[in-house]
């Protein structure tokens, strides 16, 4: 299936869940992860579905003043 992760189209996997889309972009912690603008708690990475067209978002937090 396509999709979009952070703006980028991406193939997966028909069952893919959103640890696989953040596997293949290989994010590395701290991170927070959206679907469709909803955030997914990272307890729910692994088993959170995605489908065609999903727009993925892996977000690094900001710090500074």
Known sequence: MN???ND???TLPDD???AD???LIEAVPPFAAAVNRQ???RSSYASHLLQPE???EVIRPVTGG
Do not use: M
């Open 8 to 10: 980028h189209p991406k």
């Open 39 to 41: 955030f997914v708690p």
């Open 21 to 23: 889309a953040i596997a």
């Open 16 to 18: 893919a869940t959103l």
């Open 54 to 56: 999903d727009r993925i």
């Open 3 to 5: 999709v979009l992760i």
